[in-house]
């Protein structure tokens, strides 16, 4: 391997003016890598916000309560092809993250030439934020590789040639319009994925307020057109929050800048943890390079294009360093800056010998910890408790879903077998919810109670308490806990009986994971609790 990276990273690589079996190594590395990812897709389970996401599948909406839909389309797309199955919740997720790597490998081949597209490809393969996120069904899949076709057609439009060597012919103002409606579409695209996707945007008008020849595309209609279809496309993600009190909006906005907590030693942790997951994620030595590529990028040069991509990289980053003064940041929340940084790496790479010896080993360290994520998520071989393995989240729900549907099938016999006295099935918290309805044979409706936790979309869908009758079933599965659970105490007021039932062991292997207790409410009464947190959320 570090014999073929040092070949990729060969000065001479670079001189030639066009290297046309780079560029075929290019789509080889991209096509290998989705084959891994595909098998990966299909052999390991669900983990609980990818069955979320499927359940909002079976709800298509103009939106949803924690994002905008478009996740939800390729889970419904993914499922009408392979079933409720794992590779169809991810397949459309995995050949997003496909087209991605192909956009940033087309975006450092149009600023660097052929061998600079093969090196992002390389790059962006292997770094563990992509090798791992491209696999899961998350609003990140289609938002990057929205994101990233944005950029590249940006660039297409600015002038920036398909390759780096190709001659510059004359101004083609037709061709340009339409590049500009394609970023246009990939701007209303990424952000019908996730809102954040809306710092692309702000990073390229940025950049044309900085940089004095990019200050001439506001006398253009290009953007202005970019800006129209890209506000055509978020209709319905509008539309939908309109009819929904902006509740969507809202979440985000809190769930980012809500109020500071933890005071100035809370300010400092969160900081670190954001750097940390950053530098693990990316990998420590890329890490290094790509914030390298990303200072070199806002230098001034003539046209701007490589200040374009920089500041679109910039601006997440900074508000995410914001972000964490109030709140926790996820490690993945920031990763659109990667996309460009990738690409811009790639096609200014280091000159010196020993700045590319360092170069390829910070790849082959990335590619490294890459193989060590996908070992481990189908055997388990990092030295982590099963409770704190965040891979291990995604085991075990297949026994839950069978002791659940043996519960329901033994009271619904008892019962005489009528429909109208089938029980009906809930959890506490939305990630039960929806693994316990994947995994039960007919994926039946599952209600999440939300009576402790936080709002979420199963608040928008009809609810429990509504939908029962008097008298009616509950089975209910909660967190095991030495003590009565709290949820239990709320719902003495509204069932006759409560009994508990078995427990549950989530295993993976031979190492326990968690408990679940299987609860059985009856004789539904006509009031209900209180909840912690008021729905809708009060001003």
Excluded at 461 to 490: C, S, Y
């Amino acid at each position: 391997m570090l014999r073929y990276l040092t070949k990729v990273l060969d000065p001479a690589e670079f001189r030639a003016d066009a290297n046309p079996a780079a560029w075929e190594q290019a789509k080889r590395v991209i096509a290998g890598a989705t084959v891994i990812r595909l098998i990966l897709a299909a052999v390991v389970p669900l983990f609980p916000d990818e069955t979320y996401y499927w359940e909002w599948s079976r709800h298509l909406a103009g939106g949803y309560f924690d994002h905008p839909p478009v996740i939800a389309l390729l889970v419904r797309a993914g499922t009408l092809i392979f079933g409720n199955t794992p590779i169809g919740v991810r397949l459309f997720s995995v050949l997003a993250g496909t087209g991605c790597a192909f956009a940033v490998a087309r975006i450092a081949r149009a600023l660097g030439g052929d061998a600079s597209g093969r090196l992002a490809a390389v790059i962006f393969t292997v770094i563990p934020i992509v090798a791992a996120g491209a696999v899961l069904a998350t609003p990140d899949a289609p938002m990057l590789c929205a994101a990233a076709w944005a950029l590249y057609a940006v660039l297409r439009a600015l002038g920036v040639p398909e390759r780096a060597h190709d001659e510059d012919g004359p101004v083609n103002h037709a061709a340009t319009l339409r590049w500009w409606i394609v970023a246009g579409a990939m701007i209303g695209i990424a952000m019908s994925s996730k809102y954040t996707s809306v710092f692309i945007p702000v990073g390229v008008l940025l950049a044309f307020i900085f940089h004095g020849k990019l200050q001439n595309r506001f006398g253009q209609a290009g953007p202005y057109v970019a800006v129209g279809v890209a506000s055509l496309i978020m209709v319905p993600v509008l539309w939908w929050n309109a009819t929904h009190d902006w509740i969507s909006f809202a979440f985000q906005l809190n769930h980012g800048l809500g109020a500071p907590k933890g005071g100035a030693l809370g300010v400092l942790n969160r900081e670190l943890e954001l750097v940390g997951g950053q530098i693990g994620l990316v990998s420590p030595i890329l890490f290094f390079f790509v914030i390298r590529a990303l200072r070199d990028a806002v230098r001034f040069s003539e046209e701007g294009y490589r200040l374009v991509l920089g500041i679109a990289c910039f601006v997440p980053i900074a508000f995410f360093l914001y972000s964490a003064t109030r709140r926790s940041v996820e490690a993945n929340w920031p990763a659109m800056a990667w996309v460009g940084a990738v690409a811009l790496l790639a096609s200014d790479p280091p000159h010196s010998a020993r700045m590319r010896a360092w170069l390829v080993r910070g790849i082959a360290l990335a590619a490294g910890l890459s193989a060590i994520i996908y070992v481990h998520v189908v055997v388990p071989i990092l030295p982590l408790p099963a409770p704190r393995d965040q891979v291990a989240k995604a085991f075990g729900w297949d026994l839950v879903g069978s002791s659940v549907e043996r519960k329901r099938h033994a009271m619904h016999i008892d019962r005489g077998g009528s429909a109208l006295d089938a029980p009906y099935i809930a959890a506490e918290r939305y990630q039960d919810a929806s693994e316990i309805a994947f995994h039960l044979a007919d994926h039946p409706k599952v209600y999440a109670l939300n009576l402790t936790g936080r709002a979420n979309q199963y608040d928008l869908w009809t609810q429990f308490k509504d939908d029962a009758p008097l008298g009616a079933t509950l089975i209910l599965v909660l967190d095991d806990e030495l003590n009565e659970p709290r949820v239990i105490r709320k719902l003495a007021c509204c069932f006759a009986r409560i009994d508990q039932s078995e427990g549950v062991s989530l295993m993976r292997g031979s190492s326990l994971i968690e408990r679940k207790r299987i609860w059985i409410l009856t004789g539904k009464h006509d009031r209900w609790p209180v909840r912690d947190q008021a729905f809708p959320p009060q001003p």
